[in-house]
């Protein structure tokens, strides 16, 4: 079984930059791709960016391209994604997600382990 734990998310006001973690465990972390999804409330939960295993490709949705960078550093079994110039309508929980495959794809599918979720509020 996999534990993806998420931190990092809080409020902030329009501008501001917030980075999130996700610390996984029991499974070896360099193996399969992570992902990043969010979910506002009354919404589906939503693509925002994936990155492979090996750190070689990076996706973005087109919301966030230029202003969130995800990362990961496999010797720390954890993904990171850093949020800039946060706008209220990033507002949702965040979730990070393992992928079954070695690359990332936007598919929710694809992602058999999720986390818990981190609350993102942006005020304007």
């Known amino acids: 079984q996999v534990q993806l734990v998420e931190s990092g998310g809080g409020l902030v006001q329009a501008g501001a930059s917030l980075r999130l973690s996700c610390v996984a465990s029991g499974r070896t972390f360099s193996s399969g791709a992570m992902g990043w999804f969010r979910q506002a409330p009354g919404k589906e939960r939503e693509f925002v960016a994936h990155?492979?295993?090996?750190?070689?490709?990076?996706y973005y949705a087109d919301s966030v391209k230029g202003r969130f960078t995800i990362s990961r550093d496999n010797a720390k079994n954890t993904v990171y994604l850093q949020m800039n110039s946060l706008k209220p309508e990033d507002t949702a929980v965040y979730y990070c997600?393992?992928?079954?495959?070695?690359?990332?794809?936007?598919?929710?599918?694809?992602?058999?382990?999720w986390g818990q979720g981190t609350q993102v509020t942006v005020s304007s």
């Open positions: 990155i492979s295993s090996s750190s070689g490709n990076q």
């Open positions: 997600a393992a992928s079954r495959w070695d690359w990332g794809t936007p598919d929710r599918s694809d992602y058999v382990y």
